[in-house]
């Protein structure tokens, strides 16, 4: 029972995200509004309009900092938060909660705080007001690094502009080439070149926003309208509806493809720099997908012909299995990497 016990151990313990990946403290960026000072475990720091970091102690108790502000001091306290590394314990059913909660490991605090002075009340309070702005006449280059590898799209080569119109507005433009030597479908026979181009504009609103309680990271809203165009060769197996299914039945339809697919989306998004001048761009957005065909050589009649797939249900987003669906919900997640002049 004793070596059953510390199996159960060793397996719930090795199984536990965030006792593993988590260290002993946790990282909070403090800034204030002008020149102040914090006591943080009896040290007294100097807090300014550039983030200063603590790192206290995982802890399921409330943390607190006091902050001096000229004549004003007050006392505030954080609650804990759940640390997202704990939402890895799913592949585990939730068992390697149990030592990260026996751990602390699982708390967390936020992760960034602004103090500023309200001169209504004359008191401190957290400010959640972006601090930061993009001036007019800035620009943005920048690539889709991940777009060379789609494996829901068309790869492609991409390159993009971002110009500042307005301060925290922008229009963005951006062409994408399909990726040299890739084949967009399976065939034997081809009728078309294979070739694909995308179009991309873009305008941008910043720092309007606050989701991530950041005052010092830029977040945006975007309209974003996307045009991609294609021409492939595919193949499709099908049969008459009026014969009895047989293997000799099955007939191979050899055809071509130009595709049009216009997308308007409405994204979030937010800049997260690496240095002064490089940054990336994490957006996710919800919008329409219309497309449109134009077949040629195709026999395939969908009134009188069934397709047949032996590995039905497939997951091929460029099937030809769904091309009578013309207007679709489209859901757009990315990423982008830039540099600022």
Same mark, same amino acid.
């Given at each position: 029972?004793?070596?059953?016990?510390l199996?159960l %151990?060793?397996?719930?313990?090795?199984?536990?995200?965030?006792?593993?990946?988590?260290?002993?403290?946790?990282? %909070?960026?403090?800034?204030?509004d002008?020149?102040?000072?914090?006591?943080?475990? &009896?040290?007294?720091?100097?807090i300014?309009?550039?983030?200063?970091?603590?790192?206290?102690?995982?802890?399921?108790?409330?943390?607190?900092?006091? %902050?001096?502000?000229?004549?004003?001091?007050?006392?505030?306290?954080?609650?804990? &938060?759940?640390?997202?590394?704990?939402?890895?314990?799913?592949?585990?059913?939730?068992?390697?909660?149990?030592?990260?909660?026996?751990?602390?490991?699982?708390?967390?605090?936020?992760?960034?705080l602004?103090?500023?002075?309200?001169?209504t009340?004359?008191?401190? @309070?957290l400010g959640?007001?972006?601090? @930061?702005? #993009?001036?007019?006449? +800035?620009? $943005?280059?920048?690539?889709?690094?991940?777009?060379?590898?789609?494996?829901?799209?068309?790869?492609?080569?991409?390159?993009?502009?971002?110009?500042?119109?307005?301060?925290?507005?922008?229009?963005?433009?951006e062409?994408? !080439?399909?990726?040299?030597?890739v084949?967009?479908?399976?065939?034997?026979?081809s009728?078309?070149?294979?070739?694909? $181009?995308?179009?991309?504009?873009?305008?941008?609103?910043?720092?309007? #926003?606050?989701?991530?309680?950041? @005052?010092?990271?830029?977040?945006?809203?975007?309209?974003? $309208?996307?045009?991609?165009?294609?021409?492939?060769?595919?193949?499709?197996?099908?049969?008459?509806?009026?014969?009895?299914?047989?293997?000799?039945?099955?007939i191979?339809?050899?055809?071509?493809? +130009?595709? !049009?697919?216009?997308?308007?989306?409405?994204?979030?998004?937010?800049?997260?720099?690496?240095?002064?001048?490089?940054?990336?761009?994490?957006?996710?957005?919800?919008?329409l997908?219309? &497309?449109?065909?134009?077949?040629?050589?195709?026999?395939?009649d969908?009134n009188?012909?069934?397709?047949?797939?032996?590995?039905?249900?497939?997951?091929? @987003?460029?099937?030809?299995?769904?091309?009578?669906?013309?207007?679709?919900?489209?859901?757009?997640?990315?990423?982008?990497?830039g540099?600022?002049?």
């Amino acid at each position: 029972m004793k070596k059953i016990g510390l199996f159960l %151990v060793a397996i719930i313990t090795l199984n536990s995200c965030a006792t593993i990946l988590n260290g002993k403290t946790t990282t %909070v960026k403090i800034s204030s509004d002008r020149p102040s000072k914090i006591i943080f475990k &009896k040290d007294t720091i100097s807090i300014n309009n550039r983030k200063t970091t603590i790192k206290p102690k995982r802890s399921k108790k409330p943390l607190k900092i006091t %902050v001096l502000k000229d004549t004003l001091q007050q006392d505030f306290y954080f609650e804990k &938060k759940i640390s997202a590394t704990s939402i890895l314990n799913l592949y585990n059913y939730g068992i390697g909660l149990i030592p990260d909660i026996f751990t602390q490991k699982i708390y967390r605090y936020p992760n960034n705080l602004h103090f500023i002075t309200d001169s209504t009340s004359n008191k401190i @309070v957290l400010g959640h007001k972006k601090i @930061v702005a #993009i001036p007019k006449n +800035k620009l $943005f280059v920048y690539t889709s690094i991940l777009a060379p590898f789609d494996i829901f799209s068309i790869p492609m080569l991409t390159i993009g502009t971002e110009l500042f119109l307005a301060k925290n507005f922008s229009l963005s433009a951006e062409y994408g !080439r399909l990726f040299p030597n890739v084949k967009l479908s399976s065939h034997e026979i081809s009728y078309l070149e294979e070739k694909a $181009f995308s179009l991309r504009f873009e305008g941008k609103w910043y720092n309007g #926003i606050n989701l991530t309680k950041n @005052v010092h990271l830029n977040e945006y809203l975007g309209l974003e $309208f996307r045009s991609i165009n294609s021409q492939y060769n595919d193949i499709l197996d099908y049969y008459e509806d009026n014969t009895n299914f047989t293997y000799e039945n099955i007939i191979r339809d050899d055809f071509a493809t +130009k595709k !049009r697919v216009t997308i308007i989306n409405l994204k979030y998004g937010l800049l997260v720099p690496i240095t002064k001048r490089f940054y990336f761009d994490f957006y996710t957005g919800l919008g329409l997908r219309i &497309k449109r065909f134009n077949h040629i050589n195709l026999e395939f009649d969908k009134n009188i012909h069934q397709i047949y797939d032996d590995n039905f249900p497939s997951f091929d @987003v460029r099937v030809f299995k769904n091309y009578d669906k013309r207007i679709l919900s489209n859901f757009t997640l990315g990423c982008k990497f830039g540099i600022n002049f």
